[in-house]
C-alpha cells in the first residue's frame, strides 16, 4: 500500500530491522532520529531502551539500561552528541561517544511546581526547567531547545554548556501558550523553531528567542517535528488508529512556508477506545528521504511494531 502523493509517495517495509525487533521484544518507540552516515537510533520503553541500527535495519549497537525512568526523546546534534529525553525523572541527558552521560539537564526525579498533579493532569502555572519534559532540538551554535510539555507549559533555551538563557510560554491557547508542548524542531537556516502544541492541535513558530511568528492548524495532536536537509518538515501526529495494515496514524509533510504537501494515513482511521491502537510520537528522515517513525500504543495484534520504516518511491 503506498501513503501520501507526488513527490512524497511512500510504501511501507514491514520487513526493515524485523529480526532486531523481534530480538528485542520491542513494541512502544518513544523517539527516533538519524545521522548522517543514516544510521536511525531508536528510543523504546523495553530493554534494552537505545538501540541504533544501519539504514539496512542491522543491529549495530545498543545501550542504556537502567537510566530513564520513562524514555520520551531523542536527538543527535551536529557534533555527534545523543540527547535522550527522561519525562519521569524531569531530566534530559547528553551522551558522548562512548554513551556516557556527560551533561544533565534539571534535578533528577526532582518536579518544578507548576500545580500539575498525576491525577489532575492540569498545569496551573508554567516554571523553570522541568516538569515531564517531552523533545528537544539543537542549533548550529549548540543552544539547546528542550520542550517542557506534560507538567509544564514552556520551551527551554539553554547553552551548549547547559546554562538557561530563556524559557517562554504559559498555559493556555492564545498565540504564544501551549497546551502539552509536545514536539520541536528547527528550520534549516536556523532561524526558526516549529513547537508541536499538541492539545491545541497545532504547530507554533517562534525565533530561536522565542518571539511568536505564527500558527499552523489543521493538525490532530502533533507529537514530533523532524525538518529534512531540503527545509520541509515532517509532523508525526499523535492521533489513535486500530489500523494494523502498517500504516502511520498520521505524519503531515508541510513546506516552508506552511502549504501542506501529502499526509501518510488517512484523514479518516478507524478507533474503538476498546480496542487496541498505535499512535505515531516520534519522526525522522533519513538523506534517501525514507521516513521513520516510532509508534506508541497499547495491546497491538501480533505482528505490529513499534517502529515503521517508509521508503520514498
Known amino acids: 500500500m503506498r501513503y501520501g502523493k507526488g513527490k512524497y509517495t511512500y510504501e511501507c517495509d514491514p520487513t526493515w530491522a524485523k529480526g532486531v525487533i523481534e530480538k528485542y521484544a520491542v513494541g512502544v518507540v518513544a523517539g527516533v532520529t538519524v545521522d548522517e552516515q543514516d544510521n536511525v537510533y531508536v528510543l523504546t520503553r523495553s530493554d534494552p531502551p537505545v538501540i541504533i541500527l544501519d539504514k539496512n535495519g542491522r543491529e549495530l549497537e545498543t545501550f542504556g539500561s537502567g537510566i530513564f525512568g520513562r524514555?520520551?526523546?531523542?536527538?543527535?546534534?551536529?557534533?555527534?552528541?545523543?540527547?535522550?529525553?527522561?519525562?519521569?525523572?524531569?531530566?534530559?541527558?547528553?551522551?558522548?561517544?562512548?554513551?556516557?552521560?556527560?551533561?544533565?539537564?534539571?534535578?533528577?526525579?526532582?518536579?518544578?511546581?507548576?500545580?500539575?498533579?498525576?491525577?489532575?493532569?492540569?498545569?496551573?502555572?508554567?516554571?523553570?526547567?522541568?516538569?515531564?519534559?517531552?523533545?528537544?532540538?539543537?542549533?548550529?551554535?549548540?543552544?539547546?531547545?528542550?520542550?517542557?510539555?506534560?507538567?509544564?507549559?514552556?520551551?527551554?533555551?539553554?547553552?551548549?554548556?547547559?546554562?538557561?538563557?530563556?524559557?517562554?510560554?504559559?498555559?493556555?491557547?492564545?498565540?504564544?501558550?501551549?497546551?502539552?508542548?509536545?514536539?520541536?524542531?528547527i528550520s534549516s537556516d536556523g532561524k526558526t523553531l516549529y513547537v508541536a502544541d499538541r492539545q491545541n492541535n497545532r504547530v507554533q513558530l517562534f525565533t530561536t528567542d522565542g518571539e511568536f511568528l505564527t500558527a499552523w492548524n489543521d493538525f490532530k495532536r502533533?507529537?514530533?517535528?523532524?525538518?529534512?536537509?531540503?527545509?520541509?518538515?515532517?509532523?508525526?501526529?499523535?492521533r489513535r488508529s486500530s489500523a494494523d495494515d502498517c500504516a502511520p496514524s498520521r505524519v503531515s509533510i508541510m513546506s516552508p512556508g506552511g502549504e501542506l504537501l501529502a499526509r501518510l494515513g488517512d484523514d479518516d482511521v478507524p478507533y474503538d477506545e476498546k480496542s487496541a491502537f498505535h499512535s505515531a510520537h516520534g519522526v525522522a528522515v533519513d538523506s534517501e528521504g525514507s521516513v521513520y517513525v516510532g509508534n506508541v500504543g497499547q495491546h497491538g495484534p501480533k505482528g505490529c511494531t513499534g517502529l515503521y520504516k517508509y521508503v520514498r518511491v
Not at 144 to 164: E, P, S
Not at 222 to 231: C, F, L, R, T
Open 222 to 238: 502533533p507529537s514530533d517535528i523532524w525538518v529534512d536537509k531540503e527545509g520541509v518538515i515532517f509532523v508525526s501526529e499523535n
Open 71 to 185: 524514555a520520551h526523546g531523542m536527538f543527535r546534534d551536529r557534533d555527534g552528541s545523543l540527547f535522550g529525553v527522561d519525562d519521569a525523572r524531569h531530566a534530559v541527558y547528553k551522551f558522548d561517544a562512548q554513551r556516557r552521560i556527560v551533561m544533565t539537564l534539571g534535578t533528577p526525579d526532582q518536579a518544578t511546581d507548576t500545580g500539575y498533579t498525576s491525577e489532575s493532569k492540569t498545569v496551573v502555572r508554567a516554571a523553570g526547567p522541568f516538569n515531564r519534559p517531552t523533545r528537544l532540538v539543537t542549533d548550529a551554535q549548540g543552544n539547546i531547545y528542550v520542550t517542557d510539555g506534560y507538567g509544564n507549559a514552556r520551551v527551554h533555551k539553554f547553552d551548549r554548556d547547559g546554562r538557561l538563557l530563556k524559557s517562554w510560554g504559559e498555559p493556555g491557547n492564545a498565540p504564544g501558550q501551549f497546551n502539552l508542548p509536545h514536539g520541536i524542531g
